[in-house]
């Protein structure tokens, strides 16, 4: 899917570069510390469609010099800001990929999660993004674990994992209305293999215990219920576990 799509915008990035001309651009120097300043000026007001203008030429204009790794950062925060966030990722991905040395480099790995984490659909869809995100801002914990933004993609990661908890325990809910209680086990389980770290882990654990006793299956009902005390002791779903506890002994 990844790939799929990367291959989409190589095709289209020639459409859309021919879009981009000196007409459109406030560039006319030949300077590129000037022509950044330039575009860098349409950015910081805000006019992000103009900034796209600058920073695209400046990329064909000025290749290899001191200051196309600034312009591809700020190429991707502008259609990051305009809510563009494909396009963004593609352009932070070709940072990452193509100046490992630039300042901009752990800024552009952080709005890269950041692009997917905006992708990220209801928890009914695909999660792919949603995957997508996660990934990169590990990524950027293993490289940067003291930076300032740590805190910030710890929080996401918890909140992107807890979506998809949350996608698997309204699956396992939805099979056991249907009777489909195999089904049902598999989502649970992979919940509490998979994001045991989650705010759903013990809703998986009371509803696992549900199924097995429905089921007639009491001995891996009682393991569950001694698995669910000892871990979620805080649950808000313990006193339901004790009933069902006692229906077992």
């Known amino acids: 899917m990844k790939n799929f799509l990367k291959g989409i915008l190589i095709f289209l990035l020639p459409l859309i570069f021919g879009c981009i001309s000196a007409d459109k651009s406030n560039i006319t120097t030949d300077d590129p510390e000037e022509a950044f300043k330039i575009a860098k000026q349409s950015y910081d007001k805000g006019d992000y469609t103009q900034a796209i203008e600058d920073f695209s030429f400046i990329k064909i204009k000025f290749s290899g010099t001191s200051i196309i790794d600034k312009a ?78 740590a805190p910030d993609a710890e929080k996401r990661i918890k909140e992107l994992r807890n979506k998809l908890a949350y996608k698997d325990l309204k699956t396992a809910e939805l099979y056991v209305k249907l009777e489909n209680y195999k089904a049902a086990l598999v989502y649970y389980n992979n919940i509490l293999n998979e994001y045991f770290d989650t705010d759903y882990a013990d809703d998986a654990s009371y509803g696992k215990i549900q199924v097995l006793m429905i089921k007639k299956n009491y001995e891996d009902a009682k393991k569950e219920i001694k698995r669910f005390k000892e871990k979620y002791k805080s649950s808000d779903l313990y006193q339901k576990v004790l009933e069902l506890e006692a229906k077992v002994k």
């Open 72 to 149: 591809q950062f700020y190429l991707g925060m502008s259609y990051y800001n305009r809510g563009e966030y494909v396009l963004a990722a593609y352009e932070f991905e070709n940072l990452i990929k193509n100046y490992n040395l630039s300042e901009y480099y752990p800024q552009a790995r952080y709005y890269l999660a950041m692009s997917y984490y905006n992708l990220s659909p209801k928890y009914e869809l695909d999660q792919t993004y949603t995957r997508y995100a996660i990934i990169e801002f590990q990524n950027f914990l293993i490289l940067y674990p003291t930076h300032k933004l």
